[in-house]
Structure formats: C-alpha cells, structure tokens
C-alpha cells in the first residue's frame, strides 16, 4: 500500500464477521446472530443470494426453496414461480429483499460494496481491512468467517493452492423469444460457439428465457481476461441465435452474467489451527481444522479442505451451502479463541503485480471509456479499471439507456455509430438516441479492444500512486486476480465520483455548498429485463459505507418489479475543487473561456433541491451551450491528474447542465486526447500545448474552429449600457419561461435580469431611479434585480406583490407549466408567490416578518399536498425560513416554533436503514432547514434539532446539520451526538447568527 492505513480508528467492532452474501454466509451470519452474537455481513455486491445473481441463474428446485424458507422464515410475497414439476423461476427483486429483511431482522449489520483487502490478527482480534468508494475502511472482530466462493480472505493464507478451472458457464437473459418456435425448432449451436447449453424458463412468461451456455476456460488467462473473452463470447451466441434461430428473430437480450460461474478457484489446507474435534456438514464428518486453518478464520464455501465434489456441492447447491454455512455459524459460536495476547499474524496478498502504461484510467464509465479509448487510439498503452461487470457506468449498468440533452457529435456520435452496429444484428431500428444496454456495453468493449486497451472489470480503487510532490503517478487496485499497482504518466479519474483525486489530497465540495443536498441517486428499477425505468427519490453520501448500504436497501423497496439495477448510479457525489469552478453564473453570462476543451448543451435539468439564487429569484435558465475549460479538469494543486465525469471542477446548480450522457461522452475524449498529448510532449496535463490540443478537438468536431486563438475581453459595462439592460426588463415576462425551449432550442441571447444581477453595485442607483418612477412597466423586475443587491428599497413593492398574492385562505398552487418536473423539489418549480418570498429574502428587511405569520398559517401541511408538485408546500416552508434566517431575529420565532410544531414537519430523524418512502427525507430535509432559521433566530430548539439530525442513518442530513451547528456555534466538533449535546447544554444563551448569503456563487 502506498499509504499507510494500520492507525485506521475501526468503523465497528462485533464478536464475527462473515464475508459473503451468498447462502452459505447468511446461514452462518443468522446461526451467530441467533447464538446471542453481535454480527456483521459484508459483502462486495450490492445484493444478497450472490450464487444466483452474480452469474444470472435465477432459478431454484423446490428443494432449494423448502431449504430458504425452513432456515429465514415464509415470505409474505412470493419471490419464485412454478414453471416446471421441479423448477422454480425466481423473481429477483423480491427474493433479494426476502434475504436483505432475514438479515437485518435477525439484528445483524450488513455492508454492501466493501471488499477484503487484507486482514491481521491483534490481540484476540481480527482486523479486516475492506476497500470501496470511501476508501479503506477497518472492521475488527473476535472471528471471520469466509463465505465467499473466490475465497477472499483464506486465499491470503500461505496453504492457499490455486485449483484449476477446466469449466464454466455464463448466462444470456432474453425476452420476445416465440414461444412455441423454440418448442418446434432444435437449438443446434455450433460446437465453435460453445460446448453445450442448458436454457431456463424466465419467471415472466414463455417469452423470457435464460441460455446458460458453457465456457471453455483457458488457464493461460487470468480471470480478468477470461471475463472479457466470455462476455464476448456470449454476445456471439446471442448473435447466432437472432441470425439463425426464428424463435429469436424478435427477441431483446435483456442482460448477461455479471461473473462467471465456475468452481471455487481455491483450496485451502490447515496451516495453523489448534482447534480439535469433529463437525458433521451435509451428512459428512470432517475435522474442524478443515474449515478453521487458522485459529477464530472459518471457512464456510467451497474453498475448505474438503474433496472436488463436496466442495463443488458447497458452491452450487443450496441446501448443503446452507447446512455448512449454519454449521460453520454454531461452531463459531460455540468455538473459544486460542490466540496469545498481543501477538500479531498479518497475512496479506505479497503478490501485487505491477504494470506500466502511459495512461491509466480509473473508471470505465460514460467519460472513462471514452477517455481510455480516445488514449489508445493515439497510440499511449492504456490500462481502465471499471468497478462494475461491463463498461459505460450510469449509461449501461446504471440503467440510463437514452440520452436527454448533449451534443450528439463528434466523439459521441461516433460511440453512437458503433451501438448501431451491434443493434442492426439484434434487429433493432434507431430509436432517437436510445439503446439496448448489453450492445452498448458490447460496442464499448470491442472498442476499447480495438483501440488495445487493458480492460480490468469488477476491478475497485484501493491506493493512489504519488510521488510526494503532489504528483499523481498512478494507482493500486483489486481485482478478480489480486491487487495489481498500475504506474502511469499520466492519470485520468473517471469515477464519476473523484475518487483518485480525493484520495490524492484533492478538496472537494459534496454537493451544495452549504446545504450538502446533491441531485438524487439511482439504483434504477427494471420492470423487465434491459428496461430500466428513470426514477428521481432521494440522496446518497458516497463517504460513508453505511449510506450507501443504506441507498441501496431503500431503492430496492421503491418501484418493485423484475429487479433493480446492481450499480448504485448517484446524479451527483464530490465536486473536486479544479483550477477553476465552474457555476450556474458563469452559464448565465455565457462565459467563453481561453482554455475551453468541451461544450456542453442542456437545460437546467436539475433533479432535486437547487439552492442557487437564480432559481429562488424566479430565474430558471433556458437551453445553453456551455463551454468547459481545461482547468476545470486539473485538481487544484495536484498533477499528473485529470478529472472528467460528473465530479470536475463545478457548483452544484453548475452541474445539472453539463452532465448529460453525450457531453460526457465528448469530455472523456477530451481527457483521453489531452493524456495522450502529455505523454507525447513529455509534460503534465495542465501545461499541454493549448492551441495544440484545441486544435485537434476542432479535427474530432469537439470544438468550433473559431475559439483556437481567439481573444476575449470582460469588460464592465458602460452606464449606458447598463440603462440599456434596465429597460430591457419586463415585469410580464415571467423569468422561468425563459426554461420554455424546445429539445434543439439553444438561447444565445444575454438574459436582461443577468446582465442587470451581474453588473455591479454602479447600477443600483439607476436601479431605484426606475424604481421611483410611477409610470414604470419594469417595477416588480426592478426590485428583484435590487433585492438581489440587498437594497432594501425594493421591500415594499414585493410585499405588495406578495399581498396580492395572499388574499386567498389557502397558498396558491403552482400554476406555470415548467417542463420536465416531478415531485417538489424537482427543476426549481414552485409557485410565483414561493419566488417572491426567496425573493425578498434576499432584502433582509424586518418589514417582511408579519409575512412569515401569515404563510405558515395558511400553509395547509397535509401529507396528501405535500405530494403534489404543484402545492409548493416544500418551498414554501424553505423560503419562510430563508427570510427568518436572513434577519435573524427573535420576532421571526412565534411563525417559526408554530411552523416546527406542525406534526407533518417535526419527527423526522430516522435510524432505521430501510425507507421505502422518499418523501421521508424530504420532509426530513425541511426539518433541519426549520431548525437552522430557528438557530440563526437564537432559539435553542434549533440547535437541539440539528443536534438530534447528527445521529440520523441518512448522512447527507448529517453533513446539512453538522454544517450548520459549526457554523452557527463557532464550535468544531465532529458529528459526535454526545459532544454537541453537552456543548448545547452548556450554552447560557443562543446569540442570534443571520445568514449572509454570498450572492452568485451557485
């Protein structure tokens, strides 16, 4: 390891920890759990009853399902259906959450997407370091037990023998096949293809069908290549199948295995155990040391010391995996440790292999694809590490099979080029930039072989290679074959999530500034095979294990169907802190950069809560171009790196327009040409050849020939023109219908209430001017552009446009049709009189208060308008506490604490890992906003709130109360419950803190 993680403070400490969700592990982790011992599963999917799902064999004999159910209990909905006399199809969705709720309801923690790196003993405990998106994380426990059919953590073991792999299957998912043509015509695949084939009844009809064909391994490969080479091979079978075959001629390959199936790699013999005695498993009797070769380490798969056909029975059939997994449970249990005090054993992979290449690129996504190809096609050797099965990250496993906005040229285009090849075999027409997501995943892959790139899949970031003058010289990673430490002249972080950048030292912002909301995530649901529904719902904290264990928990219960996509695919995470930042006023103004390598085109699709000032204003922006420079990719301070993807340098309202499919697809480009004219010049990424590397994105079609060597200028404007800008105003023209565009629609022209927020201070004395004048059509438009400056002469038109609004018992609904929006917070709709209360926020002005009284008391919070988007219940509740907390007050507090004490807005801090119901955080969300106006008010309550929000199992709400309890009380503590409720209760007074906005940064 590059960086030392031996004084890692451990994430939690239990008495066994099982790694493995398959059969075996859960019978093992429940026999503990019921034994009275504290437990934790882990496991490195995001889903339970691995043997099955990870290489796509969703079927069961009744035996196997008599086996489930005597060991976690009667479903209550059944997750199998009867398509044979002996064969049951499983309906993936509901068995995983059969297993998942037989879990946590035996009281056992259960982490997803942490894999085993290394392990020691300490004392009399283990400690398990596991590697996933927040970097290494330690678990410690009296004993470990293996349950992973790779052998994870036995294969570190010096007695470790590799076994041979003669063998293996992978599966091919169809639906649309014809039924009775399949009944009537022989399936004669050629022996050349593949050596045999078994098909399967899929659990939605005669028209889904799974082939598992066989695989004829090749031990000169290691497992990495073999993946590859069997997805290929896959894919021709499907091919024959639709050329040949008429009960295909119709069918949609709905998806391939995401592993192989093959029998267990490893073979461990006893190498140090003292443990005596005999255990009887299956209806067979071997020595404990066959399972336990190192003392407190159990082995509960296919890897013990036992013979080929128990441990092939251990790995494929569940009713012995289960037996063993519960044996292996109740003898840990019951087993005493023999370990001396203080003794230390570190067994530890010493085999890393090394590899050298010119680019690296960590991340095999819709960016990182894009750029590892783009690199190897000029020449550089390329190596792309990509956590998941298949490349393209949201826009294949992700469940994203369309695109929305973006540039469909250049680069992009040609990537659409090569789907349309892999469509025209599976006979399907071009559908407006839509795709099957196994031919994009296959187009990506040829491609990238094309270009001679090394593919590493189901491959994760473990270290980051540096060498200590904060330049980043590649990366060490874990993959099926062990940890490889890949050097590189230059690094491209392609994680979507800045991964390699944060782990060399990178700042970074997680979502919005202050707030920490960021855009929803997606584990996308599919109600049949290879058709993944959008769904907008809640936040994830990538940071944190137990929230993304958590993230995936409550997706899998939302939108139930077939199943749910194995990649947790989140809209936003980090925003890495580049040369540049990028915000949503750089968009507006339409900024031209000297350095721009992309542009990207979009509207202001931002899924979730925008906290810029723009959109309170009233101001949603319209479709535009907007160019991205190269030092928006450079990590501040750091080189060696560039970072593409949805984390480069930018705000959270910055993002949602320059993150669609087909622009990334063009900035992966980007990074992969600018690694490669690094290497050939011999420099870092920053200090490329500009009008060199602009240059040859012009030849690609990136760029318009125009912006090589151009000059620009920024000059403040004139009072003339800004007069000009004033009367360019119009108070009929609502700003969101500026958003009112068609798809190829593209705005050009500046935006008269831009050019007027952005001008300066100069102009707010012409501003009141107009304001003054009577005969005025621009009054309201005038006071926003002054509220905007804080200039408390527009306070009184508001309140009088804010009266008019009012007169009704009830708040008026949203009325304007803003396209694209679902459930509030969604696109920055609300209603006009929620904008004009942002609007007056932005004042300050104590003259709003008697406002606050009479919004909350017409509010009318039930759960059934809150539901509605066009209710606007969500903002206004967020904009009542927006004025608050910008007078900070104590007069704000009676509409405050009677805002507070409405049950729909009080409660809501949660500890429980699974909720389904997403308007929970949302509610949860406006909680800790009621909360903070409370605080900032000098009202104890508040800070009491935010207190409580610390231990709330959603940790992007934690970020948002944390940050809020620092920056109100001064105080930095961390997120310790405790320590902030001694702290709070030691405070003789809460002194009121007002927010000062820093107006634009967005």
Known sequence: MEHDISNLQPMLTVDALVVGGGFAGLAAAVALAKAGKRVCLVEARSYLGTELFAPLCPWLRMKDLDAIERRFGDSDEAFVKRVGENVLAVVPDRLKIYLEDAVLESGIHLLYQLSPLYWERQDHLFRLYVAG????????????????????LVRMLPGSKRRPVEAAWRTIEFTGVHAKLLETHRIDLPTDLTEGFRLHAGHLGGDHVLLEHAVRYDSSLSVVEMEVFARLQSMSIAKWLFDHHPAFAKAWVGSTSSELAVVPRHRVVSTESHQDGLLQVAESIYPVAAFQPVDGLWIASGCADVDDEMSQRFDTDIPSAMSLGQTIGEACAAHSRNVEANAISSHCTSDIRDVDVDVLVVGGGTSGASAAISAGQRGCRTYLLEQNAGLGGTGTVGGVNSYWYGRRMAFSQTVSRWVADEHRWMGIKENQGRWNIEAKMLALLKAAIRANVQVALNSILVDVLTDGSGRVTGAVALTPDGLVRVRANVTIDATGDGDVAVRAGAK??????????????????????????????????????????????????????HDHSAYIAPRETRHIVGDVRLTLTDQLRMKMWPDVVNIAFSNHDIKGQSTSDWIRLGLIPPNLEVEIPLRALTPQGIDGLLVTGKAISATHDALPAIRMQADLENLGCVCGVTAALAVQRGTSPRRVPLQELQSELVEIGILPAHVVGRTMSEAALTKEEMQAWIWALDDSVHLYDYSDMEFDEVRREPIPIVMVCTAGRDIVPMLREELARPDSRRRLMVSRALAWYGDKAATSVLLEEIAGHLRAEVLPMRDSNIRHTQASPDQGAMPDLAYLLHTIAMVKDERAIPVLEEIVAKIDPTLERFHDNRSGIFHYVDSVCEIAEGIGSAACLPALQRLHSIPLFHGHVCTNLVQPDFFEERLAYLEITVARALARCGCGLGLNVLVDYLSDCRHTLVRYAHHELVDITGQTLDEDVDAWRTHVAAMREVPARPWQSPRGVS
């Open 508 to 561: 970074y912002v997680y979502g919005a500034d202050r707030e920490h909301v960021t855009m929803w995530y997606s584990l996308a649901p599919r109600t049949k095979p290879g058709s993944p529904r959008n769904n907008w719902t809640s936040t994830v904290d990538i940071d944190h294990p137990l929230d993304i264990t958590r993230a995936i928990l409550s997706a899998r219960r939302r939108y139930q169907g």
């Open 133 to 152: 998106k927040a970097g290494p994380v330690l678990l410690q426990a009296s004993q470990l037990v293996d349950a992973t059919s790779e052998g994870l």
